[in-house]
C-alpha cells in the first residue's frame, strides 16, 4: 500500500487541527521510512530486489511499531507547547500505527509480531485490481474528511488540496506502471521511494497553509452582541 496510507493523515488532520498535516504524511509513513533505511545500510531489515520484501521485525513488527509511535508521540509533546499537545501527541501516535493496521488488512500474513516468523495479515486484496480500489477509497474517505474540516483561508487553498491529490495519484500511477528494474539496487530505490515520500510531505505542508479548521474558526468568530434598549423605553420580547 502506497497512498491508501495517506489517508489516515487527512483523518487525523480533521481529529486534531493543531498537528500539521505535512508532519502526519510523515507519521503515516514514519515505519517505511525506517524501513528503507534499515535496508540502505544493510542493517536489520533486508530487501532483495525486485519487490521481494521480506525480514521486516525492526519496522513492521508490531512490537517494533508501538516502540516507534510511542517514541513519535512522545517528541511531538516534547517539543510543542500547549494545553491540547497531549491529545495531539495521541494522535501523532496514531497515524505512525496506522500504517501497520492498514498492511495487515491487505497484505498476506507476512507482519511479524515480534522478532520471530510473520503471522499477520488479512489478505483483503488478493490481486492488483481490488488493492487498488481499496486504496483509492481509503485516500478519498479521509480525503473528504479533511475538506469538510477545513475552509480555504486564501484562493489558493480551493485548489492545493486537489493538487497534491492530483500529485499523489502520479505516483500511485508511476508506482504501479513502473516496474522494479532487476538490477537496481536497494539504495537507488530507497532513495526514491524515501524522496516520494518527502516530497508528499512538504507539498501537504504548503497546501495545507491555504486552509484552517472550521471548527477553530467557529469558536474565533465574534458573538454578536444585542444593542442596548434607549433609556426610558421598555422593549417587548
Do not use: K
Request: proline share 7%; glycine share 10%; aromatic share 10%.
Amino acid at each position: 500500500m502506497f497512498i491508501g496510507h495517506y489517508s489516515a493523515a487527512f483523518a487525523a488532520r480533521a481529529l486534531n487541527p493543531s498537528v500539521p498535516l505535512g508532519l502526519l504524511f510523515v507519521a503515516v509513513q514514519l515505519i517505511d521510512y525506517a524501513f528503507f533505511a534499515f535496508v540502505m545500510v544493510n542493517a536489520g531489515d533486508a530487501a532483495v530486489l525486485p519487490v521481494d520484501f521480506h525480514y521486516m521485525p525492526f519496522s513492521h513488527g508490531v512490537v517494533a511499531v508501538s516502540i516507534w509511535a510511542l517514541a513519535a508521540g512522545l517528541l511531538y509533546a516534547g517539543l510543542t507547547e500547549g494545553g491540547g499537545r497531549m491529545m495531539a501527541a495521541l494522535v501523532v501516535t496514531a497515524a505512525v500505527v496506522s500504517h501497520v493496521v492498514l498492511d495487515m488488512l491487505v497484505q498476506v500474513p507476512d507482519l511479524p509480531i515480534g522478532y520471530g516468523e510473520p503471522g499477520l495479515g488479512f489478505a483483503l486484496a488478493p490481486d492488483i485490481l481490488i488493492g487498488q480500489v481499496i486504496e483509492f477509497g481509503l485516500l478519498f474517505a479521509g480525503f473528504a474528511l479533511y475538506m469538510r474540516s477545513t475552509v480555504p483561508t486564501r484562493p489558493f487553498g480551493q485548489i492545493a488540496p486537489w493538487l497534491l491529490v492530483g500529485l499523489m495519484i502520479g505516483l500511485q500511477v508511476y508506482n504501479l506502471t513502473t516496474p522494479v528494474a532487476a538490477g537496481q539496487s536497494i539504495i537507488e530505490l530507497g532513495v526514491v521511494t524515501l524522496g516520494a515520500f518527502t516530497l508528499l510531505a512538504i507539498v501537504a505542508g504548503i497546501a495545507s497553509r491555504s486552509r484552517t479548521s472550521r471548527r477553530s474558526l467557529m469558536e474565533a468568530a465574534p458573538v454578536p452582541v444585542r444593542p442596548a434598549a434607549p433609556e426610558g423605553r421598555i422593549t417587548r420580547r
